[in-house]
């Protein structure tokens, strides 16, 4: 009986150690700097140091699509694009721009069509680079929290697991200046614009026609009208614009889109500063996805938010 407790301990501890070692592997693997989710800490870093700000807020549409230091020059207002991905989803971002935003600030959402609550995993992946960010993650109930929270660590150990016995080779570290990487934590400029995919060449062969389906957005809309009321209640302008599409992908979703239009100019508080049409752009001026611009196509879109946001910049 003894021998068989004494075994029974010592597996214990071996399956206990092994999954340490995991979880150990799979942060410092997570943790390098070429991961991209861990952007947000430098975007937090630089936020911290401004006053009278705008911030461009919303998922990869928003980190390809600005300038944001020539909006910073224009409007005479420091400019920062928190765009990450549209994974870490509309609460999360919502969430976020409320934390970071102060009194006389504008917010600036550029929100995907149907983005909608993210995917959990990149949203802790998030917050293990930067804790604080857990207070943006929404749950709708504990169990939701158990279930996302206990996934997310379970496929930690198993990218730790890979780590141990495949391991990651030698990489050469990407670099804005290559012409071949595009999504490292270092691929953003000082402000938060996205400047990696700026001297790649243009992958070929793109395909923008995918189709959307239809569901409706109320909900969603909602969290936004409680954060325009909560910013307002502080001094936070917030502002809405379409965000930059593929020419193919609005016309191919014109009819589900037209839905989704209806709805927000029906219900959201938020002041819409565009058009739907005036935000598309011919199929060219996108880099890898019907939401990521060209360097042309994001100084297009850039001029077109100036030119609709300068009224509201005294």
């Known amino acids: ?48 140091t401004t006053s009278g700000t705008v911030w461009l807020v919303g998922g990869s549409n928003v980190m390809f699509g600005y300038n944001s230091d020539y909006l910073t020059t224009a409007l005479r207002r420091p400019t920062i694009n928190m765009g990450i991905g549209a994974a870490l989803g509309l609460p999360f971002m919502l969430n976020e721009a409320l934390a970071v935003a102060k009194p006389g600030d504008i917010v600036v959402l550029s929100l995907e069509y149907n983005l909608r609550h993210g995917d959990y995993n990149a949203q802790l992946c998030a917050a293990d680079f930067y804790p604080p960010a857990r207070h943006y993650i929404h749950y709708p109930d504990q169990i939701t929290w158990l279930k996302a929270n206990a996934h997310y660590q379970l496929r930690k150990a198993k990218n730790g697991l890979n780590t141990i016995l495949y391991g990651y080779g030698e990489k050469k570290p990407p670099t804005v200046d290559d012409t071949l990487n595009v999504y490292f934590r270092s691929a953003f400029s000082k402000r938060g614009d996205l400047i990696s995919h700026l001297n790649n060449p243009r992958p070929q062969g793109l395909n923008f026609d995918s189709r959307e389906s239809y569901s409706p957005y109320h909900d969603y809309i ?47 508080t938020a002041k819409i500063l565009t058009e739907p049409t005036s935000t598309v752009y011919p199929d060219t001026l996108f880099f890898d996805t019907e939401y990521h611009l060209t360097e042309v196509g994001r100084d297009q879109h850039t001029q077109l938010l100036l030119s609709k946001l300068k ?3 005294p």
Not at 229 to 256: E, H, L, M, W
Request: glycine residues 4%; hydrophobic residues 45%.
């Open 1 to 48: 009986m003894k021998l068989f407790f004494i075994k029974n301990g010592l597996m214990g501890l071996l399956v206990s150690s092994t999954a340490w070692v995991c979880w150990a592997v799979a942060d410092w693997s997570e943790a390098d700097s070429t991961n991209g989710w861990a952007a947000i800490i430098d975007k937090h870093a630089h936020a911290q």
């Open 222 to 268: 909602n969290h936004i009208n409680d954060f325009v009321r909560d910013a307002q209640k502080t001094g936070i302008s917030v502002f809405f614009t379409y965000p930059p599409i593929a020419k193919a992908t609005y016309q191919a979703n014109q009819a589900v889109f037209a839905k989704w239009q209806h709805e927000l100019t029906t219900h959201m």
């Open 311 to 313: 009224p509201y910049c």
